[in-house]
């Protein structure tokens, strides 16, 4: 006799999936026209293909994937006019998300965030670029999702799905510079001084400073697509080996 528990297991492990894609996407593991299949992460996760063809199914709504003829599951290329929509979004979102976890971040994050700020410098010397985008997510969720506001969170988790695989474009040629000090700096500073404004102003600035360097990447992209692929192979290049 039927127990009526499968489905509810097969959907939370569906969700237990779907949400380890999603940070995957959102923290550029995944780069833009990576096809995922479903068979080899069925395999590398250790489950059945059903649950994780309900993740990538919900990710297809999600418009972080899109699914070609034949069941083909790739991650989205954003073009150049997605993109510049989507940072429009951020420059309002993510400073007010900010601003909420200003009084919520105790000394213990604070230091948390003041490492991965560090990691992502050492990573940046050292052109482990992979390992900078995951310490530059951390950075930005470690404050983010701190704000107590889980809608606004969530609207930010789905931004970041679409726009993380893009960061894959970010190095080297787009990599980050700065009028003044880096603008995590800022933010820490304005953080432990508990100084609303000066961390609204130095998260909105990390975005157009940071990421000026970027979007000419991207503007280059979308007049020559081409180059999308010659820019992933260098960044996929293995990186020196460092000094003894």
């Known amino acids: 006799m039927a127990t009526g528990t499968n489905p509810i297991e097969r959907s939370n492990l569906a969700s237990q999936i779907y949400e380890h894609l999603r940070e995957q996407l959102m923290s550029a593991t995944f780069q833009p026209g990576q096809r995922l299949k479903i068979r080899e992460l069925a395999k590398t996760m250790g489950t059945s293909e059903t649950p994780v063809r309900e993740a990538l199914i ?17 991650v989205r290329m954003l073009s150049l006019a997605e993109y510049v929509e989507l940072r ?6 993510e400073p007010l998300a900010a601003e909420r976890a200003v009084p919520l971040l ?93 961390v609204h102003e130095a998260i909105r600035n990390d975005l157009i400073e940071g990421g000026r360097g970027f979007v000419r990447v991207l503007q280059e992209i979308d007049a020559h697509p081409e180059r999308a692929d010659e820019l992933l192979a260098l960044r996929n290049q293995p990186r020196p080996a460092e000094s003894p």
């Open 58 to 74: 919900q990710l297809v709504r999600d418009h972080a994937l899109e699914m070609k003829a034949g069941h083909f599951i790739r």
């Open 88 to 93: 429009e979004i951020r420059l309002a979102l």
């Open 106 to 198: 105790d000394d213990a994050a604070l230091g948390q965030l003041g490492e991965s700020h560090r990691l992502l410098m050492h990573a940046e010397k050292a052109r482990d670029y992979r390992a900078a985008l995951q310490h530059n997510f951390d950075f930005h969720f470690g404050i983010y999702r701190r704000s107590g506001m889980p809608q606004l969170t969530g609207l930010l988790d789905r931004i970041w799905m679409q726009v993380g695989p893009m960061m894959n474009f970010l190095y080297p040629h787009g990599h980050p510079h700065y009028d003044g000090v880096h603008q995590h700096l800022n933010v820490l500073r304005g953080l432990q001084a508990r100084d609303v404004k000066m």
